[in-house]
C-alpha cells in the first residue's frame, strides 16, 4: 500500500498485536495518513523481540515506533518491555514505544509511567483521531 | 480453653505455674471470647479485601475482554466509512457505529455498578484536582464527539477530604460523561463547568452544562433505574440510577435543575468522612 499524505513521518514502524483485526485497522491507518511508508506487522510479543534481534547485523532495518497492545496470550505488553529493556542498545536504537489498548485500569498506566522508551499510552482503535494525535504531537 | 495469644500473655507475664482463682478466670474468659472475636474479624476482613480485589480483577478482564472486539469492529466500520462514497453504505455504516456506542457504554456503567457493589466502604484521602483531571482526561481519548466540549474545572480544596475514592469517582464520571454526550449540536460552544468546594464537613460539587437539558417530566424519573429518555442517543438507564445509589451510600445528596435546550445543574453534597 502506498503513502497518500506525502512524506511519511516514520521510515518503518512495528505493530505487536494478537488481533488481526486490530493489526490490519493500524497498519491500514499508519500507511493512509503518513505515519510511515512500512509497517512491521507481529501477532505476538515474542514475534517482535525475534525480529528486533534479527536487525542486530542490520540496525538500518530497526522500526522507528512501535505500537504495542497490552493485553496478549503468553506475553503481554509488560513481558514484552521487561524482555525489550535487555536488548543490547544497537537494537534498540532510537525507537519509541506506545501503548494501544482498550484498558481502563490505571494500574496499567502505573506500571508504565516510569517506562523510558514507552512515549504514550493510545486507545484502541488506532484510527484517524488518533493518528491525528500522534502528528499534532 | 483461653485464646492462645491470651494464654501466651498470661504465660510470659506470670509464668506457667500460676494458680489462677475462679473470678480472675471469669475475667480472662471474657478477654479471650474478645480475642477471639477480633481474630475472626480480621480474618474476614481480609477475606474481604480478597475479594474486593478478584472483583476488581473481574471487572477490567470482563470490561477489557467484552470492549476489545467491539473496538476492534469500530475501527473497521470507521475505514468502511472512510473509504466509501456510496450514501446508503454511508448510513449502514452510521448505524453500526450507533450500536457499537450503545453496546460499549452498556458495557460501561454495568462495570460501574459492579465495582459500586464492593462490600466495604474504605474512606481515603481524595484530591479533587487529581481525580476530575484524570476523568477529563480520559473522557476526552474516548469519544471523538468529547473533543468539541470545553471542560473547564475549578476546585477549592482547603482541608483534606476523606470518602470512598471509587464512589466519589463513579458519581463525578458519570457526571461530566454525561454532560459531554448529551451536548447540544446547535450549540456553538458546548462546555461542562465543574466546581469544587471542599471544606472540613463536606464537598459541594457543582457539574452544568449547556447541553439539551430534562423535560420536567424526565426530572422526576432520571434516577430510576433503566429509564431513558430516548432511543436516539445512546443513554443505558443505569448511569444516574447507580450516581444516586451511591450518592446514597455516601451519605450524600444529589439534586437536578435542569431546562428543556438550555441546559443541566447537577449539585451534590458530599459529607466528608475525615477520620
Redesign the interface.
Known amino acids: 500500500m502506498s503513502v497518500e499524505n506525502g512524506n511519511p513521518i516514520y521510515k518503518r514502524v512495528m505493530i505487536i498485536d494478537d488481533t488481526y483485526v486490530d493489526r490490519y485497522v493500524a497498519e491500514r491507518n499508519i500507511l493512509k495518513y503518513g505515519i510511515s511508508s512500512e509497517v512491521i506487522s507481529k501477532e505476538s510479543a515474542k514475534a517482535g523481540l525475534e525480529y528486533l534481534k534479527s536487525c542486530e547485523s542490520n540496525p538500518s532495518l530497526l522500526p522507528e515506533l512501535i505500537f504495542l497492545d497490552i493485553r496478549m496470550p503468553e506475553m503481554d505488553g509488560f513481558g514484552f518491555l521487561d524482555e525489550y529493556e535487555k536488548l543490547p542498545e544497537a537494537v534498540k536504537g532510537n525507537c519509541v514505544v506506545m501503548m494501544l489498548s482498550t484498558s481502563l485500569n490505571p494500574e496499567d498506566h502505573e506500571r508504565v509511567k516510569g517506562n523510558k522508551y514507552v512515549s504514550r499510552f493510545l486507545n484502541k482503535p488506532l484510527d484517524r483521531e488518533k493518528i491525528e494525535i500522534l502528528l499534532n504531537n | 480453653m483461653l485464646n492462645p495469644l491470651l494464654q501466651n500473655q498470661v504465660r510470659f507475664h506470670f509464668g506457667n505455674s500460676i494458680e489462677i482463682p475462679d473470678k480472675f478466670m471469669e475475667l480472662l474468659n471474657s478477654i479471650s471470647d474478645t480475642y477471639d472475636q477480633f481474630e475472626t474479624l480480621a480474618e474476614e476482613n481480609s477475606e474481604l479485601k480478597k475479594t474486593n480485589e478478584q472483583l476488581d480483577h473481574f471487572v ?1 478482564s470482563v ?2 475482554d467484552l ?2 472486539p467491539l ?6 466500520v ?2 468502511t466509512e ?1 473509504e466509501t462514497t456510496e450514501p446508503i453504505t454511508l448510513e449502514h455504516m452510521k448505524l453500526l457505529l450507533g450500536s457499537i456506542g450503545k453496546l460499549d457504554h452498556f458495557i460501561l456503567d454495568v462495570l460501574d455498578y459492579c465495582r459500586s457493589k464492593r462490600l466495604e466502604i474504605k474512606p481515603e484521602r481524595i484530591d479533587f484536582k487529581e481525580l476530575i483531571e ?1 476523568i477529563s482526561d ?1 473522557l476526552r ?2 469519544n ?1 464527539g468529547n473533543r468539541n466540549v470545553d471542560i473547564k474545572i475549578t476546585i477549592t480544596q482547603n482541608k483534606e477530604f476523606c470518602s470512598d475514592r471509587i464512589g466519589v469517582g463513579i458519581v463525578l464520571n458519570n457526571l461530566v460523561s454525561n454532560a459531554i454526550r448529551y451536548q447540544n449540536p446547535m450549540s456553538e460552544r458546548p462546555f461542562v463547568d465543574i466546581e469544587v468546594e471542599a471544606t472540613d464537613k463536606t464537598a459541594n460539587i457543582i457539574v452544568k452544562d449547556n447541553g439539551i437539558g430534562i423535560s420536567k417530566e424526565g426530572q422526576t424519573k432520571i434516577f430510576d433505574m433503566f429509564y431513558r429518555v430516548s432511543d436516539e442517543t445512546d443513554g443505558t438507564g443505569l448511569g444516574l440510577f447507580l450516581v444516586k445509589e451511591t450518592i446514597e451510600k455516601l451519605n450524600g445528596k444529589i439534586n437536578v435543575e435542569s431546562e428543556l435546550g438550555k441546559g443541566s445543574i447537577f449539585q451534590i453534597l458530599i459529607p466528608n468522612n475525615v477520620i
Open positions: 477490567y470490561s477489557h470492549r476489545a473496538s476492534s469492529m469500530k475501527g473497521l470507521e475505514i472512510e484524570n480520559n481519548h474516548m471523538s
